[in-house]
């Protein structure tokens, strides 16, 4: 619970730094980022847990589609990502990577299963290459605080539109942030 609440505190303070250096001015001709907030299902998520450079989870990746496509496994990958690579060392940050999965549905090793709660996010579906995607977080956060949010959790990627054959200014990626009112 401990490493919990510092995991939270080290995310709030990454999102501070975004919120500060500007994140929530607009630029001249970008479009208007669309942020929600909505009530998630439970979702009982097959995953790979991994340790290194956010920048390079391709094999990870590979390994949890070659295991899910092998097992008749469909669905939206997704990332959840705990550390701040602002703060934590490149070599330590951690993140998990999977798929949704029914219930039934027992993992082999290394693979892991876990259920996350329904719970509410604030959102935004954003369009392009991955390694843009973080810098959207600021506008995110910035906003959720604006309507009186707070961040409660970390930062989840559902990867709805990207991978191989796909050009990467058509990635579509939902970010979500798990969020209270009045917290």
Do not use: H
Not at 28 to 50: A, D, H, S, W
Not at 126 to 131: F, I, R, S, V
Not at 156 to 165: A, P, T
Request: hydrophobic fraction near 40%; glycine fraction near 10%; include cysteine.
């Amino acid at each position: 619970m401990k490493i919990q609440k510092m995991s939270l505190f080290f995310l709030s303070l990454f999102f501070l730094v975004l919120i500060n250096c500007g994140e929530k001015e607009e630029k001249k001709g970008e479009p208007q980022l669309e942020i929600k907030v909505k009530t998630t299902e439970k979702i009982r998520f097959l995953y790979l847990e991994n340790t290194g450079s956010y920048a390079e989870l391709g094999p990870a990746f590979g390994q949890l589609m070659q295991y899910s496509m092998g097992k008749g496994i469909s669905g939206m990958p997704m990332g959840i990502f705990y550390d701040d690579p602002f703060v934590v060392p490149e070599e330590s940050l951690r993140c998990e990577i999977g798929i949704p999965v029914s219930e039934d549905f027992e993992p082999d090793a290394p693979f892991k299963v876990k259920e996350i709660p329904s719970q509410e996010v604030a959102y935004a579906v954003l369009k392009g290459p991955y390694e843009k995607i973080a810098g959207e977080y600021g506008k995110i956060t910035a906003w959720a605080q604006e309507e009186g949010y707070t961040v409660v959790g970390p930062v989840m990627e559902i990867y709805l539109e990207g991978g191989e054959g796909v050009p990467e200014s058509e990635f579509v990626t939902e970010v979500r942030f798990p969020v209270a009112k009045g917290y």
